[in-house]
């Protein structure tokens, strides 16, 4: 069974960074697509970036190009996978909870198949 766990958010101020970690189990990651989702307060979830099963393709959303970096490890002997995101010169508008997800690399929620549970960012001004 596939499990998400994220982890490495916190509190910092506006230019500061954070590394967001997600440690997934389960052999069958490895072949998947995974991605950052956040939500706002009274927001609905929205897409953040995704990578590609072998950690070639990526896309993000335009809001956070050139400031975030996202990264996997494979590690198939183990069945074990870390997808990372690497956030920088960070806003007061990207608080939120940010969660990770498996099944594909696409800004459409509906395509993944495995969340985590999530975990808070704040940015104070």
């Known amino acids: 069974q596939v499990q998400l766990i994220e982890s490495g958010g916190g509190l910092v101020q506006a230019g500061g960074s954070l590394r967001l970690s997600c440690a997934g189990s389960g052999r069958t990651l490895s072949s998947y697509g995974m991605g950052w989702f956040r939500q706002a307060p009274g927001k609905e979830r929205e897409f953040v970036a995704c990578?590609?099963?072998?950690?070639?393709?990526?896309?993000?959303?335009?809001s956070v190009k050139g400031r975030f970096t996202i990264s996997r490890d494979n590690d198939r002997d183990n069945a074990k996978n870390m997808l990372y995101l690497q956030m920088n010169n960070l806003k007061p508008e990207d608080t939120a909870v940010y969660y990770c997800?498996?099944?594909?690399?696409?800004?459409?929620?509906?395509?993944?198949?495995?969340w985590g549970q999530g975990t808070q960012v704040t940015v104070s001004s």
């Open positions: 997800a498996a099944g594909g690399c696409t800004s459409i929620p509906e395509v993944y198949t495995t």
């Open positions: 990578v590609g099963f072998d950690g070639i393709l990526k896309n993000y959303e335009a």
